[in-house]
């Protein structure tokens, strides 16, 4: 699974509240950061009631989203 946003704009989300927090593996600046897998789901899982939740309310919007993909 992947989720294609930079890391700036990863940090970005995540200072908003909007993304998960990474955890770091180890004390070092550089150390290696992971998400928790059940974070990402849930995470997903909103973007997917969001994106149904346009799909009802406004069919012609989801339908142009779903065009310009």
């Known amino acids: 699974m992947g989720i294609p946003f930079s890391t700036q704009h990863l940090n970005r ?5 909007h993304f998960p927090k990474a955890i770091k593996l ?4 550089n150390s290696k950061k992971v998400w928790v897998r059940i974070e990402l789901d849930a995470w997903l899982e909103q973007r997917m009631r969001m994106r149904e939740s346009v799909t009802e309310a406004e069919p012609e919007l989801a339908a142009a ?5």
Do not use: E, Y
């Open 13 to 17: 989300l995540i200072k908003a509240g």
């Open 26 to 29: 180890g004390p070092a600046r």
């Open 65 to 69: 989203l779903n065009r310009s993909r």
